[in-house]
Nanobody, 110 residues
Framework: VQLQAFGGGLVQPGGSLKLSCVASGIDLSIGVTGWYRQAPGKQRELVAAITTVGSTTYVDSVKGRFTISRDNAKNTVYLQMNFLKPEDTAVYFC?????WGQGTQVTVSS
């Protein structure tokens, strides 16, 4: 099983990024897949999750700005991040049961 997260980068406040989590050896369309983030000196937190039937949940701080989605044909889960803020700066990870992706750095700075 392998999860590969990519799409991070440096963006100005108010900008957008789209993260991708590509899986092999596990079916992301079954069960829950989540995006987490960890900022320096802080605990890792759940940012968004999507279920088998497509139900989604978000941490309050990203509601209305981030959207999690899934492409079953590509076995990929996405995190569209709009109106990014400096406090969104963190390493973002995708997770499926006990499997974690390697993380991708998102830096929001002018």
């Amino acid at each position: 099983v392998q999860l590969q997260a990519f799409g991070g980068g440096l963006v100005q406040p108010g900008g957008s990024l789209k993260l991708s989590c590509v899986a092999s050896g596990i079916d992301l369309s079954i069960g829950v897949t989540g995006w987490y983030r960890q900022a320096p000196g802080k605990q890792r937190e759940l940012v968004a999750a999507i279920t088998t039937v497509g139900s989604t949940t978000y941490v309050d701080s990203v509601k209305g700005r981030f959207t999690i989605s899934r492409d079953n044909a590509k076995n990929t889960v996405y995190l569209q991040m709009n109106f990014l803020k400096p406090e969104d700066t963190a390493v973002y990870f995708c997770r499926k049961v006990e499997y974690w992706g390697q993380g991708t750095q998102v830096t929001v700075s002018s």
